[in-house]
């Protein structure tokens, strides 16, 4: 809710505390991090999606499609 409503820091924050339940099948948390950080763009914001993007791919997390296309948009 608060990355529709353009809070990024604060969508942030939750994103990172979701990433860390592991105890779920399905964590789109990384996936939606990288989203926030690419709409808030703050200096170096673009190059820590991107780390995550491609963590996401790596691992095989929930993401991966779309990641894949927004990185090769994105280099």
């Known amino acids: 809710f608060s990355l529709r409503l ?3 820091d604060k969508a942030l924050t939750y994103f990172k505390s979701l990433e860390l339940n592991t105890a779920s ?3 789109p948390a990384k996936f ?3 989203l926030t950080l690419l709409k808030r763009n703050n200096t170096g914001d673009k190059d820590a999606a991107i780390l995550i993007l491609q963590d996401v791919v790596a691992k095989d ?3 991966k499609a779309t990641a894949v296309e ?3 948009k994105l280099k």
């Open 6 to 8: 353009k809070k990024y």
């Open 25 to 27: 099948f399905s964590n």
């Open 32 to 34: 939606y991090k990288a």
């Open 61 to 63: 997390l929930e993401g």
């Open 70 to 72: 927004w990185l090769k």
